[in-house]
């Protein structure tokens, strides 16, 4: 049987052309959508974002209503049910990922609703406790996100969380190699130049196939100046997540290639 690494070297060279040509996000993810099902953890983020992402919606979830921008196919909106979460809205642009989504509820029943939608231009009814947007700006152009902000503070009642997740700007200039299990092609790029650029890349699940991703580049202040201008008055909290050391015990083969790399931002803010 051949090794890991040697599997996703193969990989690499197949999919090398695939991941250099430049998508729309919705094409990417209208044709990768089965890739992204699943109902436990996968691919890297689903072991060094998205928990922490659930532990900061908190223990006490009972009740409260949820927004979820940018859903994809369910699995943080399933995980946040299972937690305790009430009403719950996810909202995707790609219609396969929410087909995908309202078919795993139906089997599920858990109560989730989904639409499919450009989330620049949803405007929900009424508003909910909490809000998230798991891995949805680095899709989204610098203005594009400042609306999205905009639209996520008028949704949250007060005194209710806006909490999102995205690649650590940093990510793309520190790693340059393309090799699992994560990576963004920033060949020829500058911090601060090449802001809404679009970097493609990918993310590698454990089994070692990779799930094509995008990051349009965006620098700190391009986050925090959206959120002021949103209607944010409150200091955010800030968390920049990486693979730790116990982490990558779990899995050295899998986890060590990204030890201490700065790899997502998770900010959580109230209104």
Known sequence: MPCWKEVNKSLILKNNLWCK?????????????????RTAPSS??????????????GEQLERRSVLDLGCGEGYCARELKRRGAGAYLGVDLSDEMIQIAQQQEQQDQYGIEYVSC????????????????????????VEDMHQVMATAYDAITPGGHFIFSVPHPFFPFVRQEEAPPFYFSSSGKNYFAD???QFEGKIWKKGGEALHVQCVHKTFDDYFRGLRQAGFNTMPELQELTVTTELAQTDPEFFSPLINQPLHLLFKVSR
């Open 21 to 37: 040509s430049t998508l729309d996000t919705k094409t990417v993810y209208d044709q990768n959508a089965t890739k992204w099902l």
């Open 44 to 57: 890297l983020s689903d072991f060094t974002a998205r928990p922490l992402v659930f532990d900061a919606c």
């Open 118 to 141: 450009d989330v620049t231009n949803f405007k929900p009814e009424g508003q909910f406790d909490l809000c998230i947007a798991v891995f949805l700006f680095n899709y989204l152009s």
């Open 195 to 197: 802001v809404n650029q």
